[in-house]
């Protein structure tokens, strides 16, 4: 018997697609049904290791984390990665096939359904209930031919859909009466009933408009979720969030992060942004680097040479170099590490343009970026403080020189990153390390600051989730949604 299936589409990118999903496959989990995420197609920076060596989207991660599952890659077995406004790279089944501009993927992108629909048939062979993610819109019909990540899917694939509209942007009622109104009549009869995301206030006051979207679309109506703050303490995958949370909320230890335009894996974050002593805060482009902070984090980016152009566009080198010539702390986290060597070569262009550069000259390292891409999760510990550390490493490029023998972390007899005779440098391939508790509460008290020693990264994340879970079925007719899942090859009633 293969799996019920059901798709979740938006009106548009950022409607709560990803975190409603995560909710479901947490709802399905407490009621025993084995559930597995989908997402056909992925675009973004933030991944997660597999344990095969590949790689997915960091929401599915999180999502297979609300079913109770390691990361597969068959959970998102096509990722785009940015690596400028029109190149990107492609990864399928996890691994790398290699780069091309938008108009050329675009055009050929139909030719990996075969491929979506072989990881698809996996997961509905081991599972009882498989949960479709779509991407960004179905009512950009611009895009409808050769699709896979929408209407294209689930047409091929027989899966009904729910439809998402996101009230806090405002437009609610227009933006899904006209998803009706744009698509395919053969894609519309595909939508079994949408949901309202993110209402502030009382939901009776938006009874009216409810009434009317379910007139005018013919589709019920399974819920309107209200705005649920624990989605701020769950990973998040697109870098619209970093725009929302730019201000620290107070701590005696200042953390600074500047954004860079090809930010990868910027929920590495997450642990010190909950850390009740510690105020973080991201720097955004055009602003200086506060004098006042204590530690500076370069994050991994998409594309090394790229960001550490804008960084100095934007004149942060400066200020890096000054704080920490003035003795204050920087870590640098992949590409950010990447940054602080004296040089990055990239010959043949693997991470973006082919080409060179000086770095900050930080630490007296250097990268160079080589065909060989590393993905796979990794434990260790800390090379000074021996406390254990899990994380995973994506990364093209090998770094050498003399302060790696200084290493941060041994992860299984291999040394990884490097330190600065002081100490008050850093740099790690390591993704994740602050979410490994006795980790990041020894590096903040050498950083100056008080951490909290109640504090569990990890169980923040799993109670997240259960009150996720628990708004989302306590705003949501759960039996009826759930009851529109059917066995792949569904097709709607003829009209």
């Not at 100490?423 to 100056?448: K, M, N, P, V």
Request: charged share 20%.
């Amino acid at each position: 018997m293969t799996a019920k299936t059901l798709m979740l589409q938006g009106t548009g990118s950022d409607v709560g697609k990803s975190i409603l999903t995560a909710a479901i496959c947490r709802i399905a989990k407490r009621r025993g049904l084995s559930v597995a995420p989908f997402k056909p197609q992925n675009m973004s920076n933030n991944a997660a290791a597999c344990a095969s060596g590949g790689e997915i989207g960091r929401a599915q991660a999180l999502q297979a984390l609300a079913c109770g599952l390691a990361p597969d890659t068959d959970f998102n077995p096509v990722l785009l990665k940015p690596e400028t406004d029109r190149r990107a790279q492609l990864i399928v089944h996890g691994k790398t096939v290699g780069a091309m501009d938008a108009a050329h993927y675009m055009a050929h992108r139909g030719d990996l359904l075969e491929r979506v629909m072989e990881s698809f048939n996996r997961l509905t062979a081991a599972h009882d209930l498989v949960l479709v993610e779509g991407a960004g819109s179905p009512s950009e019909i611009n895009l409808r031919a050769r699709d896979i990540a929408n209407m294209g899917f689930a047409r091929r694939a027989g899966v009904p859909v729910c439809l998402i509209g996101d009230i806090d942007k405002g437009g609610v009622i227009a933006s899904l009466v006209g998803a009706k109104a744009v698509l395919d009549e053969d894609d519309a009869a595909m939508i079994t009933g949408f949901l309202v995301n993110k209402f502030r206030g009382d939901p009776a006051l938006f009874a009216d408009g409810m009434r009317a979207i379910e007139e005018k679309t013919g589709w019920p109506c399974f819920g309107v979720v209200p705005w649920l703050p624990a989605t701020a303490y769950l990973p998040a995958e697109d870098a619209v969030v970093l725009q929302r949370s730019s201000a620290g909320k107070g701590g005696n230890l200042l953390v600074v992060a500047p954004m860079l335009s090809r930010m990868a894996n910027f929920d590495d974050a997450d642990p010190l942004k909950q850390e009740p002593g510690v105020d973080f805060k991201w720097v955004a482009p055009g602003q200086p680097i506060p004098r006042a902070a204590d530690v500076i984090i370069l994050f991994g980016t998409k594309s090394t040479l790229g960001d550490l152009a804008f960084l100095r566009q934007q004149g942060w080198d400066h200020d890096l170099i000054a704080h920490a010539r003035a003795g204050g702390r920087v870590l640098g986290v992949c590409g950010g590490y990447q940054m602080l060597g004296r040089r990055i070569s990239d010959p043949d262009g693997v991470d973006g343009c082919p080409g060179e550069a000086h770095g900050l000259g930080l630490l007296e390292v250097e990268t160079l970026m080589t065909c060989h891409k590393q993905v796979a999760p990794v434990s260790g510990q800390c090379s000074q403080s021996l406390s254990p550390v899990a994380g995973y490493e994506i990364h093209t490029g090998r770094t050498t020189g003399r302060d790696t023998e200084r290493p941060m972390f041994d992860l299984a007899g291999t040394f990884d990153g490097a330190r600065s005779a002081s100490g008050r440098i850093e740099g790690t391939y390591l993704h994740g390390a602050f979410s490994s508790d006795a980790f990041r509460r020894g590096w903040l008290e050498r950083a100056g600051g008080a951490p909290d020693a109640g504090f569990s990264y990890d169980a923040s994340v799993e109670n997240a989730l259960d009150q996720l879970a628990d708004g989302v079925e306590g705003s949501v007719d759960i039996e009826s949604l759930l009851s529109t899942a059917r066995h792949p090859g569904w097709q709607p009633a003829a009209r």
